[in-house]
């Protein structure tokens, strides 16, 4: 009889539990208890981010010290964050300049593309086709009343396949007469073509030492060679050691400021492509964020020192086309620093990009909004004595935006904070703390996975040794928002199952991916993550 009057108590009280949740008004995330670290190495890890691709593996890239200098690494999870592959090195160990500020990209063609800053020293440009040219002999003496003849050798280099057309570049000396047979020719690729120069010395030229001038101009490149003449009463032997005319280009000095570099996977990372730069100026071209909107377009911005100071700038380009021939198209223009940007776009189009500006005195949070026609007005969100940088931003599958940074005292240690909007940024929620401890915690990443996980990583220096990179999730499954996944979750997705977003029953909670029915797949996401605090 106890027994029986326990079970029924506690059926009411499951039965009172689940019915105040139906009816509670939710006004929160809720967020996981548990903070998660990625990396843990004896050398600095620092700037994560993180994608999921089509395959629902979730990706890390960071950047990791290797020699002295920062290397871009990545591990995949296949199982929610519970293991990770081993770190997988993405740009060259040993190259000499600092890889950083990655981000990382699924395009709806499958490719993976990763874009991120280096101080390292440009490729140089690949070698333009080009042709040479010189004399056999060089040297001609001749007397007067005499004759004699030079080859002149069109070297092709670096697959040069252009006709070259020859002359005698005037004036020539008096009563000395020349004639090039043939005056065109076509070297091979990376081959040689030949020419003779015929040189006639009248018997009333006057002796001397004379310089004929032999010009090839081909494919908008002209190039000469000399050939010395002397001219002596009888033949002799006599030769002057002169050097022909080289015409070189100057190497230019190595840039070592740092630039935009991106690569593609188009195997879902089995092999990658080489590293190419997006920018290659004389500025600092850093923080690269990249999306591929709604069109297909794939859009970079970055932060660049243009104009007299820091400022956004971003190119966009169809897939297939070439970043070289986009325009760079500069989004900021005040006078104030404007760094850091991040980028999004919204369900209705509407694409959001957020940065870090010193025009308040101090760094705070901007945004502004590209609505298909017209950029908005610069807007703050951020406007208190804090400096408030490295903005993330990211429109979860409810709408609502939320955008991270890292927020800091003046000295003090920074911590990772968000605000966000659920009507499109007409308002926003107070500064929420969301990883605060005595150590600095900054550069935050989000994303949502399709599971409706929100992850945040971000980098950390425990204790203050070295920085490591750290993880913290929303609560995939937490249908009444308590901290917990349990059977009331359960039971709650249950009472609502089947029922389409409008009718009788509908609990907008329990539609966990918010696609406008309560279905099984609402119920997976609750029993993958049953338990978790």
């Not at 750290?470 to 009472?495: H, W, Y």
Request: charged content about 15%.
């Amino acid at each position: 009889m106890r027994r029986e009057r326990s079970i029924n108590v506690t059926c009411a009280f499951l039965i009172l539990v689940v019915a105040s949740s139906i009816f509670m008004q939710v006004q929160a995330i809720s967020w996981s208890a548990n903070t998660k670290q990625l990396t843990s190495n004896l050398i600095a890890d620092s700037f994560p981010t993180l994608a999921q691709t089509e395959d629902l593996r979730v990706w890390l890239v960071w950047s990791k010290e290797i020699d002295s200098n920062l290397t871009l690494y990545y591990n995949i999870t296949s199982d929610q964050g519970s293991t990770w592959s081993e770190a997988m090195n993405l740009t060259d160990n040993f190259c000499d300049g600092h890889d950083q500020n990655p981000s990382i990209m699924q395009a709806q063609n499958g490719t993976i593309w990763v874009v991120w800053t280096s101080s390292r020293q440009p490729p140089p440009p690949p070698p333009t086709p080009n042709f040479i040219m010189d004399a056999l002999p060089q040297n001609l003496t001749i007397p007067q009343g005499g004759s004699d003849n030079s080859t002149i050798t069109v070297t092709s280099v670096h697959n040069f396949s252009d006709p070259v057309t020859l002359s005698i570049v005037p004036p020539e000396p008096a009563n000395v007469s020349t004639t090039l047979i043939p005056t065109q020719v076509t070297p091979p690729i990376n081959g040689t073509a030949n020419s003779t120069l015929m040189v006639t010395v009248n018997s009333t030229a006057t002796p001397g030492n004379y310089t004929l001038t032999v010009m090839g101009k081909g494919d908008h490149t002209i190039h000469i060679v000399d050939v010395y003449l002397e001219i002596v009463v009888t033949e002799g032997t006599s030769q002057t050691s002169k050097t022909s005319h080289v015409t070189a280009s100057s190497p230019s000095s190595p840039s070592l400021d740092y630039d935009i570099y991106y690569k593609a996977s188009h195997d879902n990372g089995v092999t990658w492509s080489k590293d190419f730069p997006l920018t290659d100026n004389n500025v600092d071209d850093l923080r690269p964020a990249i999306i591929q909107l709604a069109n297909g377009t794939i859009m970079i911005v970055w932060q660049s020192y243009v104009s007299g100071s820091h400022n956004i700038c971003y190119k966009i380009i169809a897939e297939g086309e070439s970043w070289a021939d986009a325009p760079t198209n500069q989004l900021t223009t005040d006078p104030a620093h404007d760094k850091g940007p991040s980028v999004g776009q919204m369900k209705d189009g509407d694409i959001w990009v957020a940065w870090t500006s010193m025009r308040t005195g101090t760094y705070d949070i901007f945004y502004k909004i590209y609505n298909g026609f017209t950029w908005s007005a610069d807007t703050t969100l951020t406007n208190n004595t804090n400096t408030n940088v490295h903005p993330a931003i990211l429109q979860t599958i409810d709408e609502n935006i939320m955008i991270f940074y890292t927020s800091g005292a003046p000295l003090g240690n920074t911590d990772i904070c968000y605000k966000s909007s659920s009507d499109d940024g007409a308002s926003w929620s107070g500064e929420i703390d969301f990883a605060a401890s005595n150590d600095d915690e900054t550069w935050p990443a989000v994303m949502q996975t399709i599971d409706t996980k929100i992850w945040v990583v971000w980098t950390s220096n425990p204790l203050g040794e070295d920085w490591e990179a750290f993880c913290r999730t929303s609560l995939a499954g937490d249908v009444n928002e308590d901290g917990q996944i349990n059977v009331v979750d359960l039971t709650l997705v249950s009472l609502a199952y089947g029922t389409f977003e409008g009718e009788p029953g509908y609990n907008l909670s329990a539609d966990i991916n918010k696609d406008g029915i309560v279905d099984m797949r609402d119920l997976r996401i609750v029993a993958y993550y049953l338990g978790e605090t």
